[in-house]
């Protein structure tokens, strides 16, 4: 069974479009996380949520929207999508009494053209 | 500012051979976590190995083991019997235990070969 999902795997898409991406886990954690991974593979927080709160908001711009309608689904919403938006964008989970090991989904690769 | 340092970008060993990747980071708090990350060509990004401040023991999963010095705010990966299906960029990664934000601070990473 898949603990960390994201959909899409891949998503190619023309400049100024809006696109979102879908994550789910099943490990019931209460922590989610969105990271972009560039072409340099540096690893980059953006958003976390614990129990559908907040609680890391990293300088992103405002065309990223996140947003936890449960415990076991974070979604990133993208509008107005920039060359600069492609990279590979990975979802994670952690529990808190777990230690804060995080399990990743498989990353979706987002090509702007 | 917390900080982790990964200070060898690539790194090759051939086959049934050891490698160490080296990893440093700095902290003024006592109670944290380690982590080794590793991602192979797939992009799948897989725990490797987990370690606990406050335990003395270095963690150990089957060829994968660790070189945990907490005064020199040292973490070392050690590869045992190097496979070819090793070949992956390994991550390190620390989150300490204070606050709540559970924000994990990454190394750049450690690109490593596999040579037959």
């Known amino acids: 069974d898949t603990a960390v999902s994201q959909t899409p795997k891949y998503l190619v898409t023309q400049m100024g479009n809006d696109k979102s991406i879908k994550c789910e886990q099943n490990l019931g954690h209460d922590t989610m996380y969105w990271y972009k991974q560039d072409s340099k593979k540096f690893l980059k927080i953006m958003f976390s949520y614990n129990n559908k709160e907040l609680i890391i908001n990293e300088t992103v711009p405002n065309r990223f929207s996140p947003k936890s309608p449960d415990k076991a689904h974070l979604n990133l919403h993208i509008n107005s999508l920039e060359l600069g938006d492609s990279a590979v964008y990975f979802c994670?989970?952690?529990?808190?009494?777990?230690?804060?090991?995080?399990?990743f989904g498989p990353g979706t690769r987002l090509t702007v053209l | 500012a917390q900080t982790v340092t990964q200070s060898q970008p690539e790194m090759s060993v051939q086959e049934a051979e050891t490698v160490t990747l080296s990893c440093t980071y700095d902290?003024?708090?006592?109670?944290?976590?380690l982590f080794w990350y590793k991602q192979p060509p797939s992009r799948q990004m897989i725990l490797v190995i987990r370690?606990?401040?406050?335990k003395q023991q270095n963690a150990t999963e089957n060829r994968f083991s660790v070189n945990f010095q907490k005064a020199a705010k040292s973490f070392s990966l050690k590869i045992s019997d190097s496979q070819l299906g090793d070949t992956a960029m390994y991550f390190c990664?620390?989150?300490?235990?204070?606050?709540?934000?559970?924000?994990?601070?990454w190394g750049l990473g450690t690109s490593l070969a596999v040579n037959p």
């Open positions: 994670a989970s952690s529990m808190t009494s777990g230690g804060y090991t995080q399990y």
């Open positions: 370690q606990e401040a406050y």
């Open positions: 902290t003024s708090e006592n109670n944290y976590y």
């Open positions: 990664a620390f989150v300490d235990n204070a606050g709540n934000n559970r924000k994990l601070i």
